[in-house]
């Protein structure tokens, strides 16, 4: 057996120090922390993959709109809880020149992030129909929206839609719905972290159904249009974003500020609520509030007792960034590209060195590069295959942690650097070396 880069004794002591039983089910932050120490205390540099922030400069037109903004004298008024118009009205436009779907200003609701629309959300929809009290995740998924109903005593059920791709999904959804329970339906597409991307067959079986059962569609855009495989990048003109908006009326967008704009610092993005679901009532929200539609009650209601609105000057920014894409002044996707350009690179050194993808194809074609990337190894399981990786300076999150049922990792192209793809290619060699495959 080669010496791995990072003494064993040094990785096994520091997870014993942070009392982790189980590797497999380290959240993001103990990988992270246990990461740093073991390089501040070894010296040497870690390749970091288990953080999914993004590693790119903020997006100029949104930081020179904030400036002047503040400039302005905005951050001592309270932002209207509507949302300030003309961000309203750029991301309708927004909406309809990268999703080709009309939607009214009045149901782009300004949030701080979208961890603060899927939080909304999933409170207004359990509160609609006392008899529908539980959120469905088609996994793998974010888990902090997991975290996010355990803070708000809701009920969730989920599946890793791994072995429900094309019309599978069709009966699987079925088995859940048909019970009554399901409130709403929620999904990221592209998907963290296995950078699935659900194509318009499966979107339109998730809207069929979500018009069939009355349930509502929460769909996260977090990476909007950053599945590279096409160029969704021109407003106003096809191919664009996918979106279960062509299949229903009962859903909500959730568009952030954070990956496609860099701009997760300022937490900001828009929940877009369909014309329709807007303007309805419901017999809890009738009870619960004394009156108010879907989407008055989601901004008047929820989001006042939340944080009576978003941040006044990252509303400019947003405004000013979108209305640049939508003028089709600014590419917003070239900025991020290069995350499908690191993702290549290093799937190709981990393929090399005998790893495998782990969800590597949207029915028959390869899955795009991008943001995440998931790999496996053979007689590894998520968890053994995470620690073992700690050993040569490389962390990942295992995906157990993101209601997959799949053994792998989640790999984040977000903090790679140039010199380490050297880095990673003398350490996979290590790592073959010392974990031949039978
Ligand atoms: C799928 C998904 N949804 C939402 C978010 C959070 O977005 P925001 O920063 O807008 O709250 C993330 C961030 O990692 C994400 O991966």
């Not at 037109?61 to 001592?76: F, H, N, P, R, T």
């Not at 908006?245 to 990956?259: E, R």
């Not at 073992?388 to 157990?400: D, P, Q």
Request: contains cysteine; negative net charge; hydrophobic residues 40%.
């Amino acid at each position: 057996m080669k010496n791995t880069p990072i003494e064993r004794r040094l990785i096994d002591e520091t997870i014993e120090n942070f009392q982790i039983a189980d590797f497999g089910k380290a959240t993001i932050r103990e990988v992270k922390a246990i990461a740093a120490k073991a390089e501040a205390e070894s010296g040497v540099e870690f390749i970091k993959m288990e953080m999914g922030v993004p590693g790119l400069p903020a997006s100029a037109a949104g930081v020179k709109a904030e400036i002047e903004a503040l400039q302005d004298g905005i951050a001592s008024l309270y932002p209207d809880i509507n949302g300030l118009p003309a961000l309203k009205e750029e991301a309708s436009r927004f909406i309809k020149a990268f999703i080709n779907v009309d939607l009214e200003p009045e149901g782009c609701v300004p949030v701080t992030g979208s961890m603060q629309g899927t939080f909304a959300s999933f409170l207004t929809c359990s509160q609609c129909d006392e008899n529908k009290d539980t959120i469905l995740f088609i996994d793998p998924g974010f888990p902090v929206q997991k975290q996010q109903l355990v803070v708000m005593g809701a009920k969730f059920e989920t599946f890793d839609v791994y072995d429900y791709r094309g019309d599978k999904l069709k009966e699987k959804l079925e088995s859940y719905l048909k019970k009554g329970h399901i409130s709403a339906i929620v999904y990221s597409n592209p998907n963290n972290p296995s950078w699935i991307c659900l194509n318009e067959e499966e979107l339109r079986i998730i809207g069929e159904l979500a018009t069939q059962y009355d349930i509502i569609v929460l769909e996260d855009l977090a990476y909007f249009a950053m599945d590279f495989r096409k160029d969704l990048s021109k407003p106003f003109q096809p191919p664009y974003q996918p979106s279960v908006a062509h299949y229903t009326d009962n859903y909500v967008l959730l568009v952030s500020g954070s990956k496609a704009f860099s701009y997760a610092g300022q937490r900001i993005g828009v929940s877009c609520i369909s014309n329709k679901l807007y303007h309805r009532s419901y017999p809890g929200l009738s009870k619960r509030y004394g009156g108010g539609t879907f989407g008055t009650v989601f901004i008047h209601r929820v989001l006042y007792a939340l944080s009576s609105g978003t941040s006044h000057s990252a509303q400019y920014a947003l405004a000013a960034m979108l209305k640049a894409a939508n003028d089709g002044q600014y590419n917003f996707l070239d900025e991020v590209k290069v995350y499908g350009e690191r993702a290549r690179k290093l799937k190709e050194i981990f393929l090399r060195h005998g790893f495998h993808l782990v969800y590597d194809n949207d029915l028959g074609n390869p899955v795009a590069d991008g943001f995440y990337f998931t790999i496996g190894y053979p007689g590894m399981t998520g968890g053994e295959l995470a620690k073992e990786l700690m050993y040569y300076g490389v962390s990942a999150i295992s995906l157990i942690t993101t209601g997959s049922n799949q053994e792998g990792l989640r790999a984040c192209t977000s903090f790679i650097q140039e010199h380490q793809y050297a880095q990673l290619e003398e350490r996979m060699a290590i790592f073959a070396e010392n974990h031949p495959v039978i």
